[in-house]
């Protein structure tokens, strides 16, 4: 099985093989789909824990005015939910600007540059070009793109939903 095993499954269902991360259009779809199944569960534990926090008093009285389960998702959870969501995306964000070792690990930034991320840049320039000063220079604007982007997401996502 030289091709591995989702290829033999493919060939043996009469499709083509495919390359998978050797194509420069295949490989950040397949680097990506790895980076969210290493979050989902944490972002999932974050999920649960807000759902847990939100107080069953606003459902009970919710079913006492008789609010259908829609009204109640809408009205109750998704508003107390929102800090939550913010956090989970800025989070998240900051998670997949910083991705290093799973590219490294999976491609190394090829093929042809196609995956090759910020902060794989950053470390070709310090370790493999011993260019420390623009290393350090590429580090300083990756921290202005977070902090911008953080900032840009709190303002638009920000504290609109007040409770309690």
């Given at each position: 099985?030289?091709?591995?095993v989702v290829?033999?499954?493919l060939?043996?269902a009469?499709?083509?093989?495919?390359?998978?991360l050797?194509?420069?259009?295949?490989?950040i779809f397949?680097?990506?789909?790895?980076m969210v199944w290493?979050?989902?569960?944490?972002?999932?534990l974050?999920?649960?824990?807000g759902?847990e926090?939100?107080?069953?008093?606003?459902?009970e009285?919710?079913?006492i005015?008789?609010a259908s389960a829609?009204?109640k998702f809408?009205?109750i959870?998704?508003p107390?939910?929102h800090p939550?969501?913010l956090?989970?995306v800025i989070?998240?964000?900051?998670?997949?600007?910083?991705?290093?070792?799973?590219?490294?690990?999976?491609?190394?930034?090829?093929?042809?540059?196609s995956?090759?991320s910020?902060?794989?840049?950053i470390?070709n320039?310090a370790?493999?070009?011993?260019?420390?000063?623009l290393?350090?220079?590429?580090?300083?604007?990756?921290?202005?793109?977070?902090l911008?982007l953080t900032?840009?997401?709190?303002?638009?996502?920000?504290?609109?939903?007040q409770?309690?």
């Open positions: 099985m030289k091709n591995g290829n033999e499954l060939l043996e009469g499709l083509h093989a495919q390359s998978f050797y194509s420069p259009s295949q490989a397949w680097i990506v789909a790895v290493q979050n989902i569960g944490f972002q999932m974050i999920f649960l824990a759902l926090n939100i107080p069953k008093m606003y459902y009285a919710a079913a005015d008789g829609w009204s809408v009205h959870t998704l107390l939910l939550v969501i956090f989970s989070i998240a964000s900051i998670s997949f600007l910083q991705s290093f070792a799973q590219v490294l690990n999976m491609t190394g930034g090829g093929p042809l540059d995956t090759i910020v902060v794989l840049h470390y320039l370790f493999k070009s011993f260019d420390m000063g290393a350090s220079a590429a580090t300083v604007v990756l921290f202005v793109i977070i911008a900032l840009l997401q709190l303002k638009v996502l920000g504290n609109r939903f409770h309690e």
